[in-house]
């Protein structure tokens, strides 16, 4: 069956083969396509969605606008189709229900799915899995180098035992999440004992969610940075990409989300401003 996928925004995650796309149909383009899959993943993409289904309405038997943020179904995972080689989903969902994040009612509560060979996790959260499939998990990324944790591990779920387990792979970066200012302590805490099983800050990540006071969401960042991580800024965004922040708050996160820069600025030898 040939199926091409059509992306309504493009990332690093992207596929990025022949029959990938990121915009409507030329005069090269087949026609001759079984299936043709618009994939929307954020929502304020989705009217995007729809006028990319009917610019591809006649290079496919089948023209489907689907993806995330159309709900669609999460209970399955194929390599390579929406995401490139490499990036892997052993589950989907999360059990929490963090008023700032769309997971749980995109994608429900935990599901375990068949683990697939790769060395990106993009899991939502992993150590919210099964014990068992967590060290099934463990074992296929025995045979990975360059591994990454990059969907974010939940801080209070790392235990000095998990640490010890991520410590026995190869493992090139792990994420945390510091999504508010109450998380700081619990996100400290799982630096320390990463730290203790022999991860060094060139391992450790962590998200930092901001956008309200600059002030106090540099200061979380610095003491991330000083207990041994590097913060990660990212700016909320609410379900229609509606906020505009100003100058001052894209230079922010522009130096601190990328980790050149942020240690750079964080150790005190350059400024943001």
Sequence with gaps: MK?????????????TDEHAYFDVPDMLTPKDYDKVYVSCTFSWDIERAFYLKKSWSDHGKIV???????????????????VKQGVIFTSRGCPNNCKFCFVPWREGKIKELPITEGNIIQDN?????????RDLVYEMLKKQHSIEFKGGLEARRVTSSEAEKLRSLSIRSLYLACD????????????????????TRSHIYSYVLCGKNIDEEFARCKSLFDVGCIPFVQ???????SI??????LLFARALSRP??????????????
Excluded at 3 to 15: D, E, G, L, N, W
Excluded at 65 to 81: C, K, R, T
Excluded at 187 to 198: D, H, P, Q, S, V
């Design 64 to 82: 489907i606008a689907g993806g995330p943020a159309f709900l669609s179904n999460a209970n399955e995972f194929i390599p390579g189709m929406f």
């Design 260 to 273: 050149a820069s942020a240690q750079s600025v964080l150790s005190g030898k350059t400024k943001i401003w």
């Design 235 to 241: 700016l909320f965004k609410d379900e229609n990409n």
């Design 3 to 15: 199926i091409a996928r059509v992306f309504c925004s493009k990332t690093s995650y992207c596929p």
């Design 125 to 133: 959260n992993f150590l919210a899995c099964s014990d068992k499939h």
């Design 244 to 249: 505009k922040y100003s100058r001052e708050w």
């Design 180 to 199: 508010s200012p109450s998380a700081l302590k619990g996100t400290i805490k799982a630096i320390k004992i990463l730290k203790k099983a022999g991860f």
